[in-house]
């Protein structure tokens, strides 16, 4: 449990960080890193999902830090963030589970069966299968339903930077597990 004590340093390591203080700034993250991974742990139920979410919350909290009016709320103030971005998480997250079931329930394409024969379309789709959900998704709306980088970001909610990543990644492990099969 923390003290009053405890309270009144980090306020005064606020006040000096805002003031462009850099070791104070460094030790307020050093004291309140454990405490706000802690609490998205708490409230992610997953160790990756909630070190992703207090760093982005780091990243909003020095955005932040020159904002804040009352030192003394520091722990209020820098908890609700991380609630919020674990919040933001979760709910991506959940999008992405959602994503990846509605492409499993998806028909299978036939445009690829039509453009090579039996064998090799057998083999792309068996490739793509194995592809991540995001990587499988990103593929078929730019490939097969021909969408642009810009509309597969949009429909997929992501920057158009992620979706090129997406794709590159895609088509290089679609490329090895083609080139494998066919030694």
């Known amino acids: 449990m923390r003290k009053p004590a405890d309270y009144a340093l980090d306020a005064f390591l606020a006040a000096a960080a805002r003031a462009g203080d850099r070791d104070a700034l460094r030790e307020l993250a050093k004291r309140w890193y454990p405490l706000l991974t802690a609490h998205a742990w708490r409230l992610t139920?997953?160790?990756d999902v909630?070190?992703?979410?207090v760093q982005e919350a780091w990243l909003e909290i020095l955005r932040g830090l020159g904002s804040l009016r009352d030192d003394h709320a520091f722990a209020a103030w820098a908890y609700r963030i991380t609630?919020?971005?674990?919040?933001r998480l979760i709910a991506r997250h959940q999008s992405d589970r959602r994503?990846?079931?509605a492409v499993e329930a998806e028909p299978h394409?036939?445009?690829i069966e039509d453009r090579h024969d039996e064998g090799d379309g057998a083999r792309v789709k068996r490739a793509m299968a194995d592809l991540p959900p995001d990587q499988r998704a990103a593929v078929a709306l730019f490939h097969l339903q021909g969408l642009s980088v810009a509309e597969t970001a949009i429909a997929l909610?992501?920057?158009a930077g992620?979706?090129?990543t997406r794709l590159m990644h895609a088509r290089r492990k679609l490329r090895d597990s083609l080139e494998g099969g066919m030694k």
Do not use: F, M, S
Request: charged content about 40%; glycine content about 4%; some cysteine.
């Open 162 to 164: 992620t979706v090129k």
């Open 109 to 111: 394409e036939t445009a």
């Open 50 to 53: 909630a070190e992703e979410a």
């Open 157 to 159: 909610d992501v920057p």
């Open 99 to 101: 994503l990846a079931r």
């Open 45 to 47: 139920g997953d160790r």
């Open 83 to 87: 609630t919020r971005r674990c919040a």
